[in-house]
């Protein structure tokens, strides 16, 4: 009995050195999601708002994971070097759970990346019909033709069609220049066509959000099969930590 628990001191002593780097590392995702999950909401929040139909609460889940592994990885910490066999499970549980959210997660972004074009199509030009200059969906319209220099859905004609052209020409957010733009200007397309910006902002928004899409679905992806080694650790650490003490008994 005594020889059996010298072998297995030693495998238990590297299984919690392995968990406290994996828990570490696992806290340090944490930490990442977190700020993925700020940098998409200071970031990518007014190209969501103009994507999305519905209000969407993406970058506050990422925010609330990525709290969340930050104090289970803490916890894994606290319960390898306790070796408490009930809170590893209890770790590996939660493991388990943060795979199966991530693997949705990353699959979602996935899909997602292959239905941004029509429905950024719809909600763009639907915003453009509704565009009044002062309203949250007309100021996430100007922010986007300013930062990506264009104008409109495929060009910037399409505002021709809108209720807002009638009225007071194209968009100030279209010029290349605003200071070189004038009211007269804007609602001549023709002169327009010399002061402002000629690419669509269709292709140049889908191709942008596909880029950061396929970014965050890819890190779910990685950060998601990294549980199973945390998994396989600490289910493995508990195992041989209950062994032990049943020898010892």
């Known amino acids: 009995m005594a020889s059996r628990r010298m072998e297995t001191k030693p495998v238990i002593t590297c299984l919690k050195t392995l968990l406290i780097i994996y828990s570490f590392v696992f806290w340090i995702t944490g930490v990442i999601l977190l ?25 506050y889940v990422l925010i609330g994971t990525g709290t969340t592994i930050v104090v ?6 606290f319960a390898t070097c306790r070796g408490s066999p009930w809170m590893l499970k209890l770790y590996a549980m939660f493991l388990s759970l943060v795979f199966l ?10 899909v997602f ?50 209720p807002y052209f009638l009225e007071h020409g194209i968009p100030p957010s279209c010029c290349m220049n605003e200071t070189d733009c004038n009211p007269q200007d804007l609602h001549n397309l023709t002169v327009a066509a010399t002061k402002v910006n000629q690419k669509g902002c ?9 880029t950061n899409m396929g970014i965050i679905a890819g ?6 099969f990294s549980q199973l080694i945390g998994m396989l650790l600490a289910c493995c650490l508990s195992r041989f930590i ?3 003490q049943y020898e010892m008994v």
């Open 113 to 162: 990346r292959h239905e941004i074009k029509d429905t950024f199509l719809r909600t763009y030009t639907d915003a453009m019909q509704n565009y009044n200059g002062n309203d949250e969906r007309s100021r996430a319209v100007d922010h986007v033709q300013r930062s990506l220099s264009c104008c409109g859905v495929q060009n910037y004609t399409n505002w021709s069609t809108s």
């Open 202 to 210: 269709y292709d140049l928004v889908t191709s942008f959000m596909e």
């Open 219 to 224: 890190v779910a992806f990685g950060i998601a």
């Open 242 to 244: 209950t062994a032990n």
């Open 35 to 59: 700020a993925v999950g700020v940098w998409g909401k200071l970031t990518l929040g007014t190209y969501i708002s103009l994507i999305a139909e519905n209000s969407t609460n993406a970058p």
């Open 72 to 77: 289970f990885g803490l916890f894994g910490c």
């Open 101 to 110: 959210a991530e693997l949705v997660a990353g699959i979602s972004g996935f």
